[in-house]
């Protein structure tokens, strides 16, 4: 074992002679982490994209911004920046760079002239851009910039919002106070990356990332994406170690013989998988068939998302409160969870989120209420004038039978409007339609990515919403445009102290909610099966995994 230890220092250290640091390894380096991520085959990683976002997920042990979410704690920490800064108002922040972090190719080093560029691409006429639906009405000049490339022009600053201060500093100008923006920009959305990601005609190439994070892409294929130690990283780990430990990691996304719970087990059994995704209660009953289990490899946690309906409120017929009120009050939330999920997640009896400690024990969804619903149901025939059966569309991306239930449901409980189901089974048509305003209500999935209310009031705010139909609303489908909920949303954007900001929150939510715009329907609960020797892999809200610091206990000797 002291032969080989050596062996694979001595070439690692042959890959680094070309840095001056001397480099510090732990016996805890090596090993290749295997396991399935449940997302769609893509070959082009453009973080801008939101509808990659779960796709992206995938992707974060290779990016890095410049502030990142602990995932032992859930704090907003630095990432790329090593400190950062704020006026008193939080209109104006400064980040200073680490000078210690290079790029995965070419051996760049990462300025603040990358990050202009990387914010500045934000801006960009691309379809599906969500980073840039996220900051338009927060960086200033970012509209502007993208407006003018919209025409064919080109402002020769980029986004006036977006000031290099030197080769290490970076400056961000806010249209209004915003104290959660270093917590935004931890997204994936605000990766940094290098300028060479695109190629002769300014397309983000395939296959292809170069960023700052611990490992890097070596390979993409339609079943596996697989990727190396990143030997320039510029993290350590508490005695000064370099990391990452692990040499590699593989993601399977698109293998048929690992379809089953049954060939997962086989797989894990035999060293082809460390961890077992979405054992759900049902898929429980196999795994605890498998001649190995142990309890305490298994773990579950309620996750910071939720499943819901929204309601298209900008055009008939959900523009009709009376109505949305008769849908939300018709779900039956906790059948709905015996009769799919058997026991699996947890119906939403409260607002949007399960797991925050701010307001959830005064903030309930609107309960199942058969006859409240019937009520609302006849208010709305009596206001459109109308008695015969009313039909509309549910739209869905996928899970036919998630669908189906809803709509029994709903048409169980309601005695003359209906729904069908529209089973959109295109990733790219379902985005596009919802982004486009081209749904009556979807029934859809939100993860929430930073630890605040904000992650999921934002996407209701009313300066999100464009002009016409023909503009894509990527963050705001629902296009839902209230003064007042406006109002508490930018009061608590801007308030400094917890408790206030929490009042805010729990305001801007309970207009939400009161107002049936949405219909939380169960929030969702994640969980494992593990590689026992797996170290470090943390089970927490936000699915926040700390790929540098994960290693597989081999019983060895302390640490260099």
């Known amino acids: 074992m002291r032969i080989k230890s050596t062996i694979i220092i001595f070439l690692i250290l042959t890959l680094l002679n070309g840095c001056k640091e001397e480099i510090k390894l732990s016996n805890k380096n090596g090993g290749c982490l295997r396991m399935i991520k449940p997302t769609f085959h893509r070959t082009n990683f453009d973080p801008r994209k939101i509808e990659l976002t779960e796709f992206l997920n995938s992707f974060d042990c290779a990016y890095e911004s410049l502030t990142r979410i602990s995932p032992t704690t859930l704090k907003t920490e630095p990432a790329i920046a090593e400190s950062w800064s704020s006026n008193n108002n939080c209109t104006s922040f400064n980040f200073k760079l680490r000078k210690s972090i290079f790029f995965h190719h070419d051996n760049e080093q990462l300025t603040a002239h990358d990050v202009k560029f990387c914010f500045d691409k934000i801006g960009d006429t691309i379809k599906n851009n969500g980073a840039y639906d996220i900051m338009k009405t927060i960086i200033k000049g970012l509209e502007e910039f993208y407006n003018a490339t919209k025409n064919g022009k080109t402002l020769q600053n980029g986004v006036s919002g977006v000031r290099v201060i030197n080769d290490f500093e970076v400056a961000f100008d806010l249209i209004s106070p915003n104290c959660e923006f270093p917590d935004i ?11 060479n990601s695109y190629n002769d005609k300014g397309i983000f190439k395939d296959n292809y990332i170069n960023a700052a994070g611990p490992f890097q892409l070596k390979n993409a294929s339609d079943s596996l994406y697989v990727f190396e ?6 993290r350590k780990d508490e005695k000064q170690c ?3 430990y692990l040499d590699s990691i593989i993601y399977i996304h698109k293998i048929d013989s690992l379809n089953t719970m049954t060939s997962k087990i086989e797989a894990f059994d035999n060293h082809k998988l460390d961890i077992i995704p979405n054992v759900s209660a049902f898929n429980m009953s196999y795994l605890v068939k498998y001649e190995k289990f142990d309890q305490e490899n298994y773990h579950s946690v309620i996750w910071d998302g939720h499943n819901l309906l929204t309601f298209n409120v900008s055009k008939p ?4 409160k009376n109505l949305r009120l008769a849908i939300t009050h018709s779900m039956n939330k906790e059948l709905l969870i015996d009769s799919i999920w058997q026991g699996e997640n947890w119906y939403a009896n409260y607002g949007l989120s399960l797991s925050y400690n701010f307001y959830n024990d005064t903030l309930f969804s609107l309960p199942f209420n058969p006859s409240l619903a019937l009520e609302y149901e006849k208010k709305y025939l009596n206001e459109i004038n109308k008695n015969q059966d009313t039909v509309y569309l549910l739209a869905i991306r996928n899970f036919d039978w998630l669908a189906q239930h809803t709509k029994r449901f709903i048409n169980m409980n309601l005695q003359n409007i209906h729904v069908e189901v529209r089973l959109v089974e295109s990733q790219d048509i379902a985005y596009n339609n919802m ?3 081209d749904f009556e ?22 300066k999100l919403v464009p002009k016409s139909f023909e503009e894509q609303s990527i963050q705001n489908i629902a296009r839902y445009k ?11 954007m801007s308030e400094k102290d917890p408790d206030k900001q929490a009042n805010y929150f729990y305001l801007a939510e309970k207009l939400l909610i009161d107002s049936a715009v949405i219909c939380p329907v169960y929030y969702y609960e994640k969980s494992y099966y593990a590689n026992p020797k797996l170290k470090n892999f ?4 936000l699915d926040i995994i700390d790929f540098s610091v994960l290693y597989f206990n081999k019983n060895t000797s302390k640490a260099l």
């Open 185 to 195: 920009i931890s997204r994936l959305n605000f990766a940094i990356y290098s300028k």
């Open 229 to 234: 130690k990143n030997l320039k990283y510029w």
């Open 242 to 244: 370099q990391l990452p």
């Open 317 to 320: 017929p959900f523009n009709n």
């Open 435 to 437: 982004f486009v305003s």
């Open 441 to 462: 209500f979807v029934q859809h999935g939100y993860l929430k990515d930073i630890p605040s209310p904000s992650s999921s009031l934002s996407t209701y705010y009313g």
């Open 482 to 492: 209230n003064a007042t909920y406006d109002e508490y949303y930018n009061k608590a």
């Open 538 to 541: 943390n089970y927490n809200s």
